[in-house]
């Protein structure tokens, strides 16, 4: 039976519980240094208690510790993954190669993202050095998956939810020369999502103030099924930095999803054991989003980018007709109901986003807080009265709404709706492990007995009098009916096999204590058999004398320290360059290598056009970048000049 897992981001302790209680297989989650998000960062204590609560389900706590280290950061990061062991954490998500050199704890390594895992050869080559997991690049399209799970046995993990870094990762270095924050460290600024302008060789502004390089937000939930024949096991949804209404909804999206499908094929199980059960209905266009893409999951697509904002539109709802003022005249989706406080937004007519809130409801008529913007004159009523029209400069908002009364056709969508979100701040996810339950005589009491799934049993035993009851059928039936009531625990009874050898009247204290110390027990049982599991699978094999693919590494392969340029040479590579972080070259350098092409977003592809594809340029108040274009590889890359 293949395992499939689900990986869910956890910012903190609150999130990676919401994100286990909702149908989380496991977590990742930031230590106290040296992950990918320097924000993100928690305290090994907390990183004990959720391992603790993970462990009762057989989830997996995954901690990232996937920044380059310098020489003298080389220590604190060892201390710091010895600490994560001895808390309980499963594996740890790394992308310095360093760490397969120093003095580790017996923990499953995985492979970061960050590592540039995009090749069936890199992925080997990790697996022979010994990672247990690979995350794999996410501009991987179906068959290049395949392609690498023909040539590789490690478990593959994917990206299969979540906002889009538009390079390679690893592979950017954009927010280090603009700012010296190093998205490899931790700390990228993400210039990714300001507004650029496009400009040609002679400096003529082809496009302004444009989002060029900002993304959509990565949706396969249409394909998991594709994704699981072409090798993936762990599913990771993106969001570290993301609160735990995100976390709860597109966890219980993608459990539900997973679910179905594991339910109709033999061949696959779930990677940990309980059931849950929210109390809203799950919904990925209700939380944070910029618009959906598949990405390269079936090849190169139009759309895969977010020109116009880097915010979250929401949910597509219906069109707006007219706007008045705080009067906004919609044309509403069927079974769209909207309530009081809820957020709307729309681009206007100069591709600008604007939103208000919702004030109330005249029939199709929304009474916003506050008098809603828009651009668009009454180019339909000048025209009809044979007109021309020239567009005003309005000289402040509240200009902005003046004598609107054409139709408009304007997309309207719901970033926040009231009432579902609600609803998922109020589910705890609910997520039971089905027990069975014996209760049989002791030598001066009762024995009350709980098994799970066939491999895991507790036992308690509790002094007490057995007096024979009056009326057996009576007190069999509260016998049963007390013993099923598990309440807030973790546990939901599947059956009560009773087998006294008479039918004793038991006082309702004594049943409750007998679960009291059975969750107790059952509990310890559980994570005790987890840890060992964990002790069993996370010895790392003997590092394999497998030679690296390239023989020579530029800045590119991110070598910052000593030990990991020790690695490379024990591997056959016989020249590396330091990382940028480590030092920055004066020559020009490709500070961003990315498969979105802005020529063919804009409808510049050279093989679409026929014409050579001549540099383009991004300019804005950070810099002025040259754009290259590989068309043979279909790929941009991003020139500091």
């Known amino acids: 039976m293949k395992k499939i897992e689900l990986l869910s981001p956890a910012k903190n302790l609150e999130v990676g519980i919401a994100a286990i209680n909702h149908g989380a297989d496991a977590v990742y989650i930031g230590g106290p240094g040296f992950g990918a998000r320097e924000k993100a960062g928690n305290s090994i204590g907390d990183i004990a208690k959720l391992c603790d609560h993970a462990a009762t389900y057989d989830a997996k706590v995954y901690v990232t510790l ?5 020489d003298n950061e080389l220590e604190q990061a060892r201390k710091i993954a010895w600490d994560c062991y001895n808390a309980g954490v499963d594996a740890l998500i790394v992308q310095d ?9 017996p923990i499953a390594l995985h492979a970061s993202t960050q590592c540039h895992n995009a090749t069936p050869e890199k992925v ?14 996410r501009e991987l399209s179906i068959n290049e998956i395949k392609e690498i799970r023909a040539k590789t046995t490690v478990p593959l993990e994917f990206f299969v939810h979540g906002a889009l870094c538009v390079s390679y990762s690893g592979q950017c270095y954009l927010s280090h020369v603009i700012g010296h924050r190093s998205a490899n460290r931790g700390a990228c600024a993400q210039p990714c999502r300001l507004k650029w ?31 699981i024949d072409a090798g993936i096991t762990s599913f990771k949804i993106e969001g ?39 109390s809203f209905v799950p919904n990925l266009e209700k939380s944070f989003s910029r618009g959906f893409t598949d990405y390269f999951i079936y090849g190169r697509q139009k759309n895969i980018d977010a020109p116009f904002t880097p915010k979250s539109m929401g949910e597509y709802i219906g069109e707006i007709i007219k706007i008045n003022g705080k009067r ?3 044309n509403l989706l069927d079974g769209i109901a909207l309530h009081n406080g809820d957020g709307l937004c729309f681009l206007d007519e100069n591709k600008e986003l604007q939103g208000f809130n919702v004030n109330g409801m005249e029939g199709n008529v929304i009474l916003a807080s506050s008098p809603v913007s828009s651009f668009r004159l009454e180019r339909n009523e000048a025209k009809r009265n044979g007109e021309i029209l020239q567009q005003r400069k309005l000289s402040s908002k509240k200009d902005f709404s003046t004598s609107l009364r054409s139709a408009r056709n304007d997309k309207l969508y719901r970033n926040l709706d009231i009432v579902w979100q609600k609803s998922v701040e109020n589910s705890n996810g609910s997520r039971k492990i089905a027990i069975k339950l014996q209760a049989t005589d002791a030598l001066d009491g009762l024995q009350l007995s709980a098994i799970v799934g066939g491999d895991v049993y507790a036992s308690v035993e509790i ?12 007190a069999l039936e509260n016998i049963r009916t007390k013993l099923s009531q598990w309440g807030d625990t973790k546990f939901s009874v599947e059956s009560v096999d009773i087998g006294f050898q008479q039918i004793y009247f038991i006082p309702n204290s004594v049943l409750g204590e007998l679960k009291r110390q059975l969750v107790t027990k059952l509990e310890k049982s559980l994570i005790e058999q987890h840890v060992e599991t964990r002790r069993a699978k996370s010895e790392r094999q003997t590092i394999s004398q497998s030679n690296c693919p390239d023989t020579s590494l530029s800045f590119s392969a991110n070598v910052t320290n000593s030990l990991s340029r020790q690695f490379y040479e024990n591997h056959g590579v016989t020249h590396i360059e330091d990382g940028l972080e480590k030092t920055m070259p004066f020559s020009e350098i490709v500070v961003m290598t990315t498969k979105h092409c802005i020529r063919y977003s804009n409808g510049l592809c050279a093989k679409e056009i026929g014409k050579p594809a001549t540099p383009l340029y991004i300019s804005n108040e950070h810099g002025r970048f040259r754009l290259d274009f590989d068309c043979k590889n279909c790929c941009m890359k991003v020139v500091n000049i």
């Open 240 to 278: 570290r930095l993301k609160d735990a209404d995100y976390v709860k909804n597109t966890t219980a999206f993608y459990r539900q999803a997973l679910d179905k499908i594991i339910e109709r094929r033999h061949d696959l199980e779930r990677a940990s054991r309980g059931v849950s059960t929210p």
């Open 197 to 227: 302008n496009l400009e040609d060789e002679e400096g003529n502004t082809l496009i302004a103030n444009r989002h060029l390089l900002s993304l959509r937000d990565m949706n396969n939930s249409k394909n998991i099924a594709e994704l």
């Open 97 to 105: 190669m360093a760490l397969l050199m120093m003095d580790m704890p």
């Open 66 to 70: 996937n920044t380059l280290l310098f």
């Open 463 to 474: 002094k007490c009098p057995k007096d024979i009851a009056k009326n057996p059928e009576k």
């Open 124 to 137: 080997k080559f990790l697996e022979d050095v010994g990672f247990q997991q690979v995350v794999l690049a």
């Open 328 to 330: 906004v005249t919609v």
